[in-house]
C-alpha cells in the first residue's frame, strides 16, 4: 500500500462521502473485507479522485451518470449526497440525469430522479 496516495485518499473520500460514512466502512472492517476498504479508499479515492486535471464536482456527475446508467442505486444515492457535499447545484445535478435518460434509457434516469427527489427531501427537514 502506498501509504502517501491512501492518506490523500482518505481525505478525500471523508470530504466527499462524510466523516461518519467513511468512520463507519473503516471501523467495520474486518479480516473479511478490511483489504478492500483499504484498496478503495488508495485505488479510487487516492489514485483516481486524487488527480488533477478534473475537479470534484466534475467527479461527482460523472459518477452519478455512470452509477445511473449501470443502475447502481445503493452507490448512486451515496454519491448523490457526495455531489451535494461536493458542492454541484441542482442544476448540474438535473442537467447530468437528463443525459442519463438520452444516453442509458429514460427509465435509468427515472430512477435516479426519483432517489434524487427522496433525498433532497430527507435533506431539506
Not at 442509458?104 to 433532497?120: H, Q, W
Request: charged share 25%; with cysteine; aromatic share 10%.
Amino acid at each position: 500500500m502506498d501509504q502517501e496516495v491512501h492518506d490523500k485518499g482518505l481525505a478525500i473520500r471523508t470530504a466527499v462521502l462524510g466523516a461518519e460514512y467513511v468512520e463507519n466502512a473503516t471501523k467495520t472492517a474486518d479480516d473479511f473485507n478490511r483489504d478492500f476498504q483499504q484498496f478503495v479508499t488508495e485505488y479510487c479515492w487516492g489514485a483516481c479522485w486524487g488527480r488533477d486535471a478534473l475537479d470534484n464536482q466534475q467527479r461527482s456527475l460523472i459518477n452519478l451518470a455512470i452509477l445511473a446508467s449501470l443502475g447502481r442505486w445503493e452507490e448512486f444515492e451515496l454519491h448523490f449526497n457526495g455531489a451535494l457535499n461536493n458542492e454541484c447545484d441542482i442544476e448540474q445535478i438535473k442537467d447530468t440525469l437528463f443525459h442519463v435518460g438520452v444516453y442509458a434509457g429514460i427509465p435509468s434516469s427515472v430512477s435516479a430522479f426519483k432517489i434524487a427527489r427522496r433525498i433532497l427531501t430527507e435533506r431539506a427537514e
